[in-house]
T-cell receptor
Framework: GDSVTQMEGPVTLSEEAFLTINCTYT??????LFWYVQYPGEGLQLLLK?????DKGSNKGFEATYRKETTSFHLEKGSVQVSDSAVYFC??????????FGAGTRLTVKP | DTAVSQTPKYLVTQMGNDKSIKCEQN?????MYWYKQDSKKFLKIMFS???????INETVPNRFSPKSPDKAHLNLHINSLELGDSAVYFC?????????????FGNGTRLTVT
């Protein structure tokens, strides 16, 4: 079946470091791709999305590019802040609005 | 205004009891979902409804029964609660039309079964 593989955490970085969280998906179709963020004690918030090949989603300094040839949607940020500490989820959406989530990657940014 | 609201936020109950979690969305969306998040943060879809019709029904025990009285509400009823049901349950909604329509999540209901 369709699935998503996300880089395992936890990830600990110093402030202003470069962040990459890898995500690859398998699909027989052509899903839309999303990244969600969950801050402690809260629900999931949409961070960014891309709906077709080579689209780049971006928000709050985070970016991810839909790479159909490598079935990947890696999340990047050039300079992380302490306030970026959260759990990040990669989520492809398949037919029938069926959204599946990766295992989540916990990011801790230290001052 | 809260877009997707769930009640209660916390629910502590004993094994064997029956409980319900309510969800309402005021976004005018056509599709609603229930997800379960375990202690390791893994999120698993349970159900989704589109215009009150069940469209995704994953392998969950039939002690879990979703009820959608109208397209703005999707409640989750759980019978004979077990210790393994302890988790955070998230309701979500999305606009029909598929591609690019993100899910909007509620803040979750933390269920603890003792």
């Amino acid at each position: 079946g369709d699935s998503v593989t996300q880089m395992e955490g936890p990830v600990t970085l110093s402030e202003e470091a470069f962040l990459t969280i890898n995500c690859t998906y398998t699909a027989t179709g052509y899903p839309s791709l999303f990244w969600y963020v969950q801050y402690p004690g809260e629900g999931l918030q949409l961070l960014l999305k891309a709906t077709k090949a080579d689209d780049k989603g971006s928000n709050k300094g985070f970016e991810a590019t839909y790479r159909k040839e490598t079935t990947s949607f890696h999340l990047e940020k050039g300079s992380v802040q302490v306030s970026d500490s959260a759990v990040y989820f990669c989520a492809p959406m398949y037919n029938n609005n069926d959204m599946r989530f990766g295992a989540g990657t916990r990011l801790t940014v230290k001052p | 205004d809260t877009a997707v609201s769930q009640t209660p936020k916390y629910l502590v109950t004993q094994m064997g009891n029956d409980k319900s979690i309510k969800c309402e969305q005021n976004l005018g969306h056509d599709t609603m979902y229930w997800y379960k998040q375990d202690s390791k943060k893994f999120l698993k879809i349970m159900f989704s409804y589109n215009n009150k019709e069940l469209i995704i029904n994953e392998t969950v025990p039939n002690r879990f029964s979703p009820k959608s009285p109208d397209k703005a509400h999707l409640n989750l009823h759980i019978n004979s609660l077990e210790l393994g049901d302890s988790a955070v349950y998230f309701c979500a909604s999305s606009q029909d039309g598929g591609r690019g329509s993100p899910l909007h999540f509620g803040n979750g209901t933390r269920l603890t079964v003792t």
